[in-house]
């Protein structure tokens, strides 16, 4: 059955991701307003019976002085991965993205490989017997997984290289997710380790306050998020970009993007972001001071956060990226220890994929990224 594919209304869109019990945040219309440098587009598949079968958000980066595009498309399109005739969906895209004026194509396929749960990680780190998440055994695997990036493959996909870090210009290929389906809170809670419970127990015992804060209290999130760059030498997004942010999200559906903060005698001293969409929550972007990190405000604002995915009915709360080092010495080993304190697992992607339409502006393109 061949599919036909076009450019969708906004409404059209919606609808599709609001029939599916989760698709990424990064392929929802208003993501589009969100990245307001880039030109956005809705694109559907509709089958043989007129029905809308398949989308995705598109994402155009035009090349300096030419009028040639990057097609991107962050974690989706949202397609039915596992079909065998993938060429069937992925060639008309290509068709249309390079009737648009795109010389290269990037997407991000949602399909998680393996897992490995947060005893096995333990475990490892403790052994000292590696270096990286993908050098110990995973406790699931998705074969399917292996036959999707195959395909890919003989289609003249090409693999995007993250080095497993997972960080960069590009979407993470390792998170942590911590399952909420068929689990009741204190299940959740349990999975957490002593650290964790501990932590929680002393925000509560020294009076820490968790509020959902709303657009007027974005300057606090972003005084404390402006501390924390400093602290964790990475470059930050201005105010306005989170106001664009709540602006776009709230506008398309109020729960797609909330704020919380986490106060101690009136004080403000650590605050996140969420997201949701469908069945999926992510702790998005998170803050906190540089003093009375001994009340532990971070914690507090993680298991308020967990506490209301679940009222939404969430059946994954994702802390997102991670690097796949469990070497104790590398800067970033902190994040994966921190994470796998709540229990949960940690997942790896098939990582983004690149398909060269014009292969001499493609190299270019990898070339002046490179530099910079």
């Known amino acids: ?7 969708i209304t906004r409404e059209e869109h919606l609808a599709f991701i609001r029939s599916r019990a989760s698709a990424s945040h990064m392929q929802v219309p208003s993501w589009g307003d969100v990245k307001a440098e880039w030109r956005s587009e809705s694109i559907g598949w509709i089958d ?12 155009y980066r035009q090349l300096p002085k030419v009028k040639r595009y990057l ?19 992925l060639q008309p895209m290509l068709a249309h993205l390079k009737s648009q004026g795109a010389f290269s194509v990037k997407m991000g396929p949602p399909v998680v490989i393996r897992r490995w749960n947060a005893p096995t990680i333990k475990e490892a780190i403790a052994a000292k017997q ?38 960069g210009d590009v979407q993470p290929r390792y998170v942590f997710q911590v399952p909420l389906a068929n689990r009741s809170l204190d299940d959740i809670q349990k999975g957490f380790n002593q650290l964790w419970r501990r932590n929680i127990k002393k925000a509560e015992k020294s009076g820490v ?23 964790d030498r990475f470059t930050p997004r201005p105010l306005s970009y989170f106001q664009r942010m709540w ?7 109020p729960n797609r993007m909330r704020l919380y903060i986490a106060y101690h ?56 990226g991670i690097s796949d080092t469990l070497d104790e010495n590398d800067h970033l080993f902190g994040l994966i220890q921190f994470k796998v304190g709540t229990g949960g697992q940690a997942a790896e992607y098939l990582g983004e994929w690149d398909f060269p339409l014009n292969k001499l502006l493609h190299k270019a393109l990898d070339l002046y990224m490179s530099r910079r």
Do not use: C
Not at 51 to 56: D, F, K, R, S
């Open 71 to 89: 097609a991107y498309l962050p974690e989706g399109p949202v397609i039915d991965w596992f079909d065998r005739d993938l060429d069937r969906w």
């Open 247 to 253: 602006k776009a999200l709230t506008a398309e559906d």
């Open 1 to 7: 059955m061949s599919l036909r594919l076009r450019t």
């Open 265 to 320: 005698e009136g004080e403000p001293l650590a605050a996140t972001t969420m997201l949701v969409v469908g069945e999926h929550v992510w702790y998005s972007y998170g803050a906190s001071a540089n003093h009375k990190r001994e009340v532990k405000p971070s914690n507090a604002v993680q298991w308020r956060m967990m506490r209301d995915a679940y009222a939404l009915g969430g059946g994954v709360y994702d802390l997102r």
């Open 130 to 167: 590696a270096k990286r998440l993908r050098d110990i055994e995973a406790d699931w695997y998705e074969p399917r997984a292996f036959e999707v990036a195959d395909r890919l493959r003989k289609a003249g996909w090409l693999q995007g290289d993250d080095g497993g870090a997972g960080f």
């Open 48 to 59: 043989e019976a007129n029905q809308l079968v398949g989308a995705g958000l598109v994402l």
């Open 209 to 231: 306050e968790v509020v959902q804060g709303g657009y007027d209290e974005l300057p606090i999130f972003h005084q404390l998020y402006l501390v924390t760059a400093e602290r």
